[in-house]
């Protein structure tokens, strides 16, 4: 038998434990996001820096008593930044209960995954996929960053300031959505400015790939410049090629590029490089600035590119799915395209009737280890 005081206490336990029940069976059911990411390998950092934006804004999100009452919840999945990989975390995602998705941050991933959540009626926000290969078309995918051609005429409005009338070109051909674009916006301006081209040479991403050779073929070119539209390790891995034959050739690189790799893989070699991008984390907008402060508490770190635009795509989510009619795909779909204008922290956010914006991108050299906004 127990005694009156032990039952008493156990009758208590009993109690808190059947309260805490309570409590949690009442709490309101969280809103399922999906967030494919390209977590591993040589181009981690951007979508490692994209899933951290998104995490800030959804604990944010959630601080100020979440959506329509609701909590949401993140489930994120490792696209391995390859088409396949992405159409597989998606399904992984959908089969998780997600009501809707932020991410994939290379155009490459979001290839087939695009298509896949389109025909479930399921809406996409990504961050940074800017291939035109997806603009123009009525589906569900939205993106907040402009399109990736644009990248090619601000480095080709440089590169004719400068001076430089031929220009050699290098691209990834594992993200060839992305940075064929970038090439094909280049070639356009460049050669429109009086410039001259050569035929490009393609890059196949890989650890073995033999730079030295590419740099040999590129000096037999005798170009003024280099675009180099492909990752931080690419083009890092150019510039030293290209240094350890003592040539001084300038270096161009698309927004891909512009992440802390391109100083930890290329070193001193990198300096002087000029790169387009689109998110600029010193700009003069106070609640960027607080963005940023809130980034390096949270994460001990400067935010990159990915980290803004992923920050600013949950964002527009969530407002979008605060003012739907119904709170499915075609309804969330529906709010993003009935909105005129979304607030961002890089300045605003328009979509076109097909889910496409344009903003602009902005100009950066490397300085001393540092990206320079010059334009």
Request: hydrophobic residues 45%.
């Amino acid at each position: 038998m127990f005694t009156n005081g032990r039952a008493a206490a156990i009758n208590g336990a009993l109690l808190t434990v059947f309260a805490a029940f309570a409590l949690a069976s009442c709490a309101p059911k969280p809103f399922v996001i999906g967030v494919p990411l390209g977590l591993t390998g040589l181009n981690a950092n951007v979508g490692v820096h994209g899933r951290n934006g998104i995490q800030l804004a959804a604990e944010e999100i959630n601080a100020s008593g979440g959506v329509r009452g609701r909590p949401l919840k993140l489930m994120i999945e490792d696209d391995l930044d390859t088409p396949e990989g992405g159409l597989a975390a998606a399904k992984a995602l959908e089969g998780k209960g997600a009501l809707a998705f932020v991410g994939h941050m290379s155009s490459a991933s979001a290839s087939l995954s695009i298509g896949y959540l389109s025909a479930r009626r399921l809406v996409l926000i990504s961050p940074t996929v800017s291939s035109t290969d997806f603009s123009g078309l009525d589906d569900y995918f939205f993106r907040i960053i402009g399109p990736n051609d644009a990248q090619g005429a601000a480095l080709a409005a440089e590169a004719l300031r400068r001076g430089y009338r031929t220009a050699s070109i290098v691209y990834n051909s594992i993200n060839r959505a992305y940075s064929l674009k970038v090439e094909e916006g280049f070639k356009k301006a460049f050669e429109a400015g009086g410039g001259r081209t050569f035929p490009p040479h393609a890059i196949d991403a890989s650890s073995s790939y033999d730079f030295k050779a590419l740099a040999t073929l590129i000096l037999n070119e005798n170009s003024d410049t280099v675009l180099c539209a492909a990752s931080a390790f690419d083009l890092s891995s150019l510039s030293q090629a290209l240094a350890a034959t003592s040539a001084s050739l300038p270096l161009l690189g698309s927004m891909w590029a512009r992440t802390p790799d391109l100083m930890v893989f290329g070193g001193r070699t990198v300096d002087g490089i000029v790169l387009a991008a689109g998110g600029d984390s010193e700009g003069p907008n106070p609640e960027l600035r607080r963005f940023v402060e809130r980034y390096r508490e949270r994460y001990g770190e400067e935010p990159v590119f990915s980290a803004l635009y992923g920050y600013e795509a949950m964002r527009v989510l969530a407002l979008a799915m605060a003012e739907a009619r119904t709170l499915d795909g075609p309804g969330i779909k529906a709010a993003l395209l009935a909105r005129t204008t979304f607030p961002g922290i890089q300045g605003d956010i328009d979509f076109d009737r097909y889910g496409d914006t344009e903003r602009p991108y902005f100009l950066f050299e490397v300085r001393a280890g540092r990206f320079v906004r010059i334009r």
